[in-house]
Nanobody, 126 residues
Framework: QVQLVESGGGLVQAGGSLRLSCAAS????????MAWFRQAPGKEYEFVAV????????LYADSVKGRFTISRDNAKNTVYLQMNSLNPEDTAVYYC???????????????????WGQGTQVTVSS
């Protein structure tokens, strides 16, 4: 069983930046694809970004491409989401997720992910 704990959320003004972190338990972190999803009030879960297993590959939602960057530090069992140029449409609860199955190309499909964190709130004011 893998436990995921997100941190780094908060309130920021439009145009600002935040860096989310997701710390994972377990010894096999490097073999998981790690993704970020988000859910705004009254909306469905939305894929944000994913970083693959060895070698690292990344995929971004069009809505965040060029503004968000996903990265991972396998020595620290942590995945990050650097969010720049935030706008009010980015307001949501952000969730970290882990896919334990090896995939040549990491997936953006929510149902493929086996483990989820509890979420961290990001609020962007206009």
């Amino acid at each position: 069983q893998v436990q995921l704990v997100e941190s780094g959320g908060g309130l920021v003004q439009a145009g600002g930046s935040l860096r989310l972190s997701c710390a994972a338990s377990g010894r096999t972190f490097a073999y998981y694809s790690m993704a970020w999803f988000r859910q705004a009030p009254g909306k469905e879960y939305e894929f944000v970004a994913v970083i693959g297993q060895i070698p690292d590959r990344t995929l971004y939602a069009d809505s965040v491409k060029g503004r968000f960057t996903i990265s991972r530090d396998n020595a620290k069992n942590t995945v990050y989401l650097q969010m720049n140029s935030l706008n009010p449409e980015d307001t949501a609860v952000y969730y970290c997720a882990a896919d334990r199955q090896y995939k040549l190309v990491p997936t953006s499909i929510k149902s493929e992910y086996d483990y989820w964190g509890q979420g961290t709130q990001v609020t962007v004011s206009s």
